[in-house]
T-cell receptor, first 115, second 113 residues
Framework: NAGVMQNPRHLVRRRGQEARLRCSPM?????VYWYRQLPEEGLKFMVY????????ESGMPKERFSAEFPKEGPSILRIQQVVRGDSAAYFC?????????????FGPGTRLTVL | DQQVKQNSPSLSVQEGRISILNCDYT??????FLWYKKYPAEGPTFLIS?????DKNEDGRFTVFLNKSAKHLSLHIVPSQPGDSAVYFC????????????FGKGTKLTVNP
């Protein structure tokens, strides 16, 4: 049973470009969470999605950021017109059920560098 | 406004001794606490958790203690091993509330042989 998959592992973008980060949850998991880790910081919650629904996006910046988790395929975190401050590690986690904190498994992360 | 604080950015201990990592929280709504271990270039890995109805949870070499009145928890690792060297994150959540976990900034543990 493969773990949470994220790709790409490393992504380099120039200011103004778009970044697309993908997350494939563990098999059987229908809940996906995105977190961002800035340098020297802890992980900060961004968004929680279930299939085809955004449940909580309270941690997502209001502009340029969007997330989706379609019926088929991976969850996508999209950052438009990236700026240097978007450089960070973006982690995705998945869980099988609501609020099973112990079973929130994390992927290896995507490290975004904005030049 | 940091709701979960890990005030020690780093900790160094000798192999075989006890490692104690500390975490403080401010939000009284938190009722579930977790410790994660993270190696460079990897995602966090769940280590151990504790519900607010308990004050101690033990799993092998790892024990988590919770002091609700002080809003403080600690992770004890005994005996410490070189393979325990990693960054440890404390996280808190609210069962029955939001799905999100709130993380501290982490403590880098180095266990010297």
């Amino acid at each position: 049973n493969a773990g949470v998959m994220q790709n790409p592992r490393h992504l380099v973008r120039r200011r103004g470009q778009e970044a697309r980060l993908r997350c494939s949850p563990m098999k059987g998991h229908s809940h996906v969470y995105w977190y961002r880790q800035l340098p020297e910081e802890g992980l900060k919650f961004m968004v929680y999605l279930q299939k085809e629904n955004i449940i909580d996006e309270s941690g997502m910046p209001k502009e340029r950021f969007s997330a989706e988790f379609p019926k088929e395929g991976p969850s996508i975190l999209r950052i438009q017109q990236v700026v240097r401050g978007d450089s960070a590690a973006y982690f995705c986690a998945s869980s099988p059920l609501k609020q099973t904190f112990d079973e929130q498994f994390f992927g290896p992360g995507t490290r975004l560098t904005v030049l | 406004d940091q709701q979960v604080k890990q005030n020690s950015p780093s900790l160094s201990v000798q192999e075989g001794r006890i490692s104690i990592l500390n975490c403080d929280y401010t939000n009284s709504m938190f009722d579930y606490f977790l410790w994660y271990k993270k190696y460079p270039a990897e995602g966090p890995t769940f280590l151990i958790s504790i519900s607010s109805i308990k004050d101690k949870n033990e799993d092998g070499r790892f024990t988590v203690f919770l002091n609700k009145s002080a809003k403080h928890l600690s992770l004890h690792i005994v005996p410490s091993q070189p393979g325990d060297s990693a960054v440890y994150f404390c996280a808190a959540g609210s069962q029955g509330g939001s799905e999100k976990l709130v993380f501290g900034k982490g403590t880098k543990l180095t266990v010297n042989p």
